[in-house]
């Protein structure tokens, strides 16, 4: 093998290498989407104080912990795994966005 070929092979396979675990990571997204509402009478829902509409500046929607898309009425928050919150929804552990 030559030092161009090898240079070749070595930065197509670095550049492989480097797109296999991005779009791995990519398809292997859980979409919250789908995820049930959280039950606001579930014991985490409890103890987080979770309420299903939160007080003006306190929702979900302005809380750096949630990872809706704008525009949308539900997303993602870490601490409610497996479960959707609504985006006027809060609960005692929200911070505000910076
Ligand atoms: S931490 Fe609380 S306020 Fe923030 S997104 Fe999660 S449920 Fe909503």
């Given at each position: 093998?030559?030092d161009i ?6 930065t197509?396979f670095?550049?492989g ?6 779009s791995?990571l990519?398809?292997?997204l859980?979409?919250?989407a ?14 987080l ?9 306190k929702?979900c929607i ?7 898309e ?7 928050c870490?601490l ?7 985006a006027?929804?809060?609960?005692s552990?929200?911070?505000?966005k910076?």
């Amino acid at each position: 093998m030559t030092d161009i070929n090898r240079r070749k092979f070595v930065t197509m396979f670095s550049a492989g290498a480097a797109a296999i675990p991005l779009s791995a990571l990519i398809t292997s997204l859980p979409s919250h989407a789908a995820d049930p509402l959280v039950d606001a009478a579930s014991a985490q829902a409890v103890a987080l104080q979770y309420v299903d509409v939160g007080p003006e500046g306190k929702m979900c929607i302005s809380c750096a912990l949630y990872t809706g898309e704008a525009g949308t009425s539900v997303g993602a928050c870490p601490l409610f795994p497996g479960s959707s919150v609504a985006a006027e929804a809060s609960c005692s552990a929200f911070v505000a966005k910076s």
